[in-house]
């Protein structure tokens, strides 16, 4: 209540909108999240980047350059004429699925022809789904001193008739097909025992009784079949080395491990139809008694791309001696010397 004679000035007292200031942590905390956000969206950007190259490498890169993987394995019980022999693994052609495979596949051939190979194992699976399709693409086999193959499960996809039309194609050429049976070759006055079996993942391999119970202690002894997981199945010891291929090496192969896990798409490929799959994806493996190898094949099948397991053709030169004797007897690198990676460019 105002004083008596008292006069309020209402000019006197001016006012302006307030200037509310954030405190200091409200404003750092602003600024937080915009840099966060700023990174994130760099880093978005980055991932995106970095995937379309991968993809791009995946699909356009690595599944259209061979490489040469250069062998030396030990085998324990190679006499001296044959060490220094050479032979050749080709494996997993898939002949008209995605990809150049013809390409691939001649100049596989042209790689073991080159290799002056005195033996040369196929490994199956030589046209996608098991279609049949007229090609000259292994006319070339013809020129080699000794090839004998299996069949795969891709060569059975379509029939049991299907699959003799691709055995009938592959003697016309000079391939001697191994269902189930083993071979004696002599070689620069040597012998060297040849398993070969049919398919083990439709179930069609079986083994001789007389090679399930004894096997040699005394002839170098291969054993050729598509799929590894056969190993699991065989005797102990059956073979001084095991050629496989089946896994394409994983195909999309985002696993550190030799070992298949759900970090490569072969393992996907495989559940798809109802199978296990194979523990080994790649490379070498010491597996009950036997020295196995696993290739990544040189086709593709369901998906144009492959990932850090390019398509490849092995070439092995034979030795009696161990690579690595300080290792011990189960470890795979007492018996092998990779020579060389070579890439066809």
Do not use: K
């Not at 995937?51 to 690595?62: F, P």
């Not at 097909?177 to 025992?193: H, P, S």
């Not at 070969?196 to 993942?201: C, T």
């Not at 005394?218 to 102990?236: E, F, G, K």
């Amino acid at each position: 209540m105002p004083l008596p004679g008292q006069v309020y000035d209402r000019t006197a007292v001016r006012h302006r909108p307030a200037r509310l200031e954030h405190p200091q942590s409200e404003r750092a905390s602003v600024l937080s999240v915009t840099r966060i956000g700023r990174n994130a969206t760099v880093a978005l950007a980055g991932a995106a980047t970095l995937g379309a190259l991968l993809a791009g490498y995946s699909w356009r890169i690595e599944p259209r350059r061979l490489r040469r993987t250069i062998l030396r394995v030990t085998l324990p019980t190679l006499t001296p004429q044959l060490a220094g022999a050479r032979l050749a693994f080709l494996t997993d052609f898939h002949l008209g699925g995605p990809g150049p495979s013809e390409r691939l596949t001649r100049e596989a051939i042209r790689a073991a022809r080159d290799w002056r190979t005195e033996l040369v194992l196929l490994g199956g699976d030589y046209f996608d789904q098991g279609i049949f399709r007229p090609t000259t693409a292994f006319d070339d086999l013809r020129e080699l001193p000794a090839v004998y193959g299996v069949l795969g499960n891709h060569d059975y996809r379509q029939s049991e008739a299907a699959a003799e039309r691709i055995v009938r194609f592959l003697e016309e050429r000079g391939v001697v097909m191994l269902r189930n049976q083993a071979v004696d070759l002599d070689l620069r006055g040597g012998t060297i025992r040849l398993i070969g079996l049919d398919d083990p993942y439709t179930g069609r391999a079986t083994l001789h009784p007389w090679l399930r119970h004894s096997p040699s202690a005394t002839v170098p002894t291969l054993a050729l079949a598509h799929a590894p997981l056969i190993v699991d199945r065989l005797p102990s010891g059956i073979a001084n080395l095991m050629l496989s291929g089946h896994t394409h090496g994983g195909q999309i192969c985002l696993s550190p491990w030799s070992r298949l896990t759900p970090l490569d798409a072969a393992w996907y490929l495989d559940l798809s139809r109802g199978r296990t799959p194979s523990r080994q994806q790649r490379g070498f493996h010491w597996e009950r008694g036997t020295l196995l190898y696993v290739s990544s094949g040189i086709g593709m099948t369901t998906l144009p791309l492959r990932f850090l397991a390019p398509p490849e053709v092995v070439l092995i030169e034979l030795a009696a001696e161990p690579a690595d004797p300080t290792r011990p007897c189960d470890h795979p690198m007492r018996y092998v010397r990779r020579l060389a990676y070579l890439i066809e460019r």
